[in-house]
């Protein structure tokens, strides 16, 4: 069973969808969240770590005196519980270079685009989906990859396209996309787990 630690700024339905998926779902047997962490005290994603009994923490960048000792406290929390494979959802913020080579190739990320497309510095949230509509794209999607010290450049592991019609606003797109990654993102642990020490 992998210990699965879950990162979060937000609302947290990427780790809802990952909890339901180890009691419930294609990591039944394979997966457990053990921690999740955010840097938000108001994330609802702790709220939902809360009502499942899974332990959790905030640790807020503003008590750090810089990014390597906030980054170092996050490791420190990751290894406290044994954590095998860390999981982005929603979580706003760079992970530290310590945090990487300590969980080289065991670091997943969700993207709410058809990366490498709409990615990087800046792009996330709505912003994403403002520049797809910009854009004119007829299709959008969510992309499932590793994390390296840059923002979304990591390899991929899965994507999933939904359609774009017309008239679609960015929140259209944002709901749809968000479907999507409530599928992949467990299909994508799942592919690391079962592949583990070919990564
Ligand atoms: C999702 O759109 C995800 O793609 C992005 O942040 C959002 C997280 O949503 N990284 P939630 O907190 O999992 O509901």
Redesign the pocket.
Known sequence: MKRLGVL????????QSIIDSTSKGILKGLGEVVLVISNNPNAY?LKRAANENIKSVCVERKNFKDEKSFNDIILKELQSVRVDIVC????IRLIGREIIESYRNKIL????ALLPKFGGRGM??HYVHEAVVKSKETVSG?TVHFVDENYDTGKIIIQQKVKICGNDTPQDI?EK??IV?HEIYPKAIRILIEDLDKF
């Open positions: 979060a700024s937000g609302g947290g339905t990427n780790l994603a982005l959802a929603g979580y990320n969700i993207h709410p996330y949230g969510a944002a996309v968000l990654e």
